[in-house]
């Protein structure tokens, strides 16, 4: 017997159709490319969406088609993100930080029909034009007053011209929930970049996940500020969060600095933000050097990489602002676990607490964990026995775009390439990429925690923890260090900096310093490039 329940298909669509109806005034405010600050409302981004959707029909792109985006956080960028997929059509965020090269590859095998991008983006644009095979037309995304000239683009078209030409009357069609919404492919970091296709219904439960009090807590009364960018999966869904809850939100544009963002916290009341450590760096630095403080802000979601215990203690101690720390990737749409306490933990005291918050959390509703070894066998939840992280879940890949790179399930579970530990109150903690963690003597040194410690001391402005070859030992940790401009520290003194933190064999053999560290388009540590670097540091205990 079945349920006697409406059939209505999980679609993006109805997100803005909901926010236009129920939260119609509530405002959207963007810092704009062209520098000043634009307001706007969900009843107004519905009625430009509507207009983004009769564009394309105009332009001929039909269900299903690519529709790329090269594009900062802002109000333009979120009306193609509901008029692109609520049309049918496949939005497709292109990453402007990775390389020409990489971007050309990528649209090709995206097969991408039309480009939407930023001013800023113009010589990005000016370097693929002629190399892409598939896009028929380049569209910049501000007003005929804005419009570059530029002899390198052909057919470049001006969005605000776009959408004055037609009508905002437009009825979101009706199809099947499963039919692909979005596309965004992984950074690639070894081989090529794999598209991972989202749908209608994968998009809409995770959101409806995502908002929950012990995910990212959102609600009406926010007002959200991503910093995530909304070309590295989808802003972690903030901006689908923003529709179903009827949340201000508030896009930083390309200003990404700690004081732009310190600005618009303060202007815009924001509650909540979300981003990655390497951003909130910036922020905490220019808010402390300042004596400034946080008047409305009152969490922000850190994942992407471990977010060092040393920073979440300068927001929550310093600034009352609670962390949540959070774990995800392009595969999971992203939300897979977020760090929020139990009973159990809060009646501990803080010190517990901080503990347990440097983990990165507790699935949430929706996906399911377990960890490995290698044969597959599924691992102890004690907190210690360590194994590869697996998960599976209605908004979590099946296959990868056009079939990249095979089946990637095992036992219908995605292997995640993290490694991790699960405690008996089911928290994980992910203790390595397994292509970083470091192998001394067969046993696994998990490089993240060695890099917390590190970042924990004043002098250290980023830390990396690699393995370096090592003559009896195959590898051993090797600490790469960037200094605070303004702070000195010896290599002895960091190496003591680890006494009694953790077991003395897993203490670096070896600190080098150096200027910078590389970082991935997504902002993350390229520690293949630092392996690749160091290659040939004679560690002093070989
Ligand atoms: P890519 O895999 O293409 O670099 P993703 O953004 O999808 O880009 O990265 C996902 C990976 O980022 C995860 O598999 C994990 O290694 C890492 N990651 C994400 N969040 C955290 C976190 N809170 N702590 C540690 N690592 C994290």
Known sequence: MNGQMMQQPLLISTLLTHAERHHGEQEIVSRRVEGDIHRTTYRELAARARRVANALAQRGVKFGDRVATLAWNGYRHMELYYGVSGAGAVLHTLNPRLHPDQVVWIADHAEDEILFFDLSFLPIVEAIASRVKTI??????????????????????????????????????????????????????????????????????????????????????????????????????????????????????????????????????????????????????????????????????????????????????????????????????????????????????????????????????????????GDGNELPWDGKTSGELMVRGPWIVASYFKGAGGDPLVDGWFPTGDVAVIDADGFMQITDRAKDVIKSGGEWIGSIDLENIAMAHPAVSMAACIAAFHPKWDERPLLVVVKKSDFEVTREELLAFYDGKIAKWWTPDDVVFSDTIPLGATGKMLKHRLREQFKDHRLPTA
């Open 136 to 373: 028929k037309a380049f569209v910049v995304m501000t007003d005929r007053a804005h419009m570059p000239a530029s002899s390198k683009v052909p057919n470049l078209l001006c969005y605000e011209e776009l959408l004055t030409d037609v009508s905002d009357r437009f009825e979101w069609p009706r199809f099947d929930e499963n039919s692909a919404s979005s596309l965004c492919y992984t950074s690639g970091t070894t081989g090529d970049p794999k598209g991972v296709l989202y749908s209608h219904r994968s998009t809409v439960l995770h959101t409806y996940a995502a908002a929950l009090p012990d995910a990212l807590n959102c609600s009406a009364r926010d007002s959200i500020l991503p910093v995530v960018p909304m070309f590295h999966v989808n802003a972690w869904g903030l901006p689908y969060v923003g529709c179903a809850v009827g949340a201000k939100l508030v896009y930083p544009g390309p200003f990404l600095d700690g004081k732009s963002l310190y600005e618009l916290f303060e202007s815009e009341g924001v509650t909540m933000s979300a981003g990655v450590p390497t951003v909130w760096q910036g922020l905490l630095a220019h808010v402390e050097s300042n004596d400034l403080s946080f008047s409305t802000m009152r969490r922000t979601v850190i994942g992407g990489s471990a977010c060092p215990p040393a920073m979440m203690r300068a927001f929550q101690e310093r600034h009352d602002v609670q962390v949540l720390h959070a774990w995800g990737m392009t595969e999971v749409s992203p939300l897979g676990t977020v760090c929020t306490l139990k009973p159990a933990q809060l009646a501990l005291g803080s010190e517990e607490h901080l503990a347990t918050q440097s983990k990165q959390g507790r699935a949430v509703f929706g996906v399911d964990l377990k960890i490995v070894d």
